[in-house]
C-alpha cells in the first residue's frame, strides 16, 4: 500500500430532503474507503452548525470525517468551544481556513482572527497535538492575494503556525500545481500538499464556480464544454476524460494525494476513482 491519501468533499446540506440525498451518494462514496470525508461552511463560517452535525453523522457511520473550521466573524471564546466539542467526539482532523467573508461584509463583525495563519496558531495552543491540521492552497493564487509571491508567503505562515498538510483549490492546470509545490519546497515547505480535484459534469455550474474562486479553465476544455450545449452525457464523458487524465498526470509527477470535491453527489467521483484505480495505489 502506498501512503498517498485521497479523500472527499461534502458541503452540509440546508434541507431534510438534501440530508437523505447526501446520505444516498455517502453510502456510495464509503464503499471506496476514502482516507476522509471532510465538510465545507457556508460564507462568513455560515452553517457551522451543519457541519458540525454532518461531521457527527459521519463518524456515527463509522468513517474519519474532516469538518473545515472558519475564523471570520468567530470569537476565542466561539472557537475553543467547538474545538473542544470536536475533541470530544474523537475528531482528530480539521481543515482549517480563513473562509470566504460573507456579503454586505463589515470589518466590524470579523471576530478576533484576520488570517488561516492565526486560526492555526490558535488551534495548536489550545489543543496542542490533537489535531492533524489541512490548510488550503491556492496554485493560481488566492483571487484576493497581491501577487503569486504574496500568496506564496500567506501559505508558508500558515504552515509555519502548525499546519500538517494542504489541499489545493481546484485547478485544471497540471503545471501551476507542480510550479506551486516547487516553489513552496523552495520557500522551506515540507508537507504534503494534496491536488483539489473537481469533477466536470455541469458547464454552467463549473464555469461559475471558477469565475468566482479565479479557478481557471484552460480555454480549449471551455470551448469543447460550450460546444455541447445542453447535451449533458457528452459533457460528462469529455469531463471524466479531462480529469482523469489531469489525474494520471499528477500522481505520476508525485502528488501525494487528490481531494475530491464531491457536490453531495456520488457518481462521477466513483466512476473517477475507478478509472483511476485508487483503490489499489
Sequence with gaps: MS???????FFPPKTPEGAEKLRVARAQLAQLKPAYFSVTFGAGGSTQAGTRDTVLEICREGHAAAPHIS?????????????????????????ALRGDLPSGYGGATSGEFRYASELIAFIREHT???????AAAYPEMHPQAKSPQDDLNNFVRKINAGANAAITQYFYNAD???QFVEQARK??????????????TNYSQLS??????????PRWVRLKLASFGD????????????????????????????????LNQAAAT???????RLSER
Design 231 to 262: 447535451d449533458t452525457a457528452s459533457i460528462k464523458a469529455f469531463g471524466l476524460d479531462v480529469v482523469s487524465d489531469l489525474c494520471e498526470r499528477l500522481i505520476a509527477g508525485g502528488a501525494p494525494g487528490l481531494h475530491f470535491y464531491s
Design 128 to 134: 496542542g497535538d490533537w489535531f492533524h491540521i489541512e
Design 176 to 178: 501551476a500545481y507542480f
Design 208 to 217: 461559475r464556480f471558477s469565475d468566482m474562486c479565479g479557478a481557471e479553465i
Design 3 to 9: 501512503s498517498k491519501s485521497f479523500s472527499i468533499e
Design 187 to 200: 520557500a522551506g515547505v515540507d508537507v504534503p500538499i494534496a491536488a483539489g480535484i473537481m469533477p466536470i
Design 270 to 276: 466513483t466512476e473517477l476513482w475507478k478509472r483511476l
Design 71 to 95: 475564523c471570520i466573524g468567530r470569537s476565542r471564546e466561539d472557537l475553543r468551544a467547538i474545538l473542544d466539542e470536536y475533541k470530544s467526539h474523537g475528531i482528530r482532523r480539521l481543515v
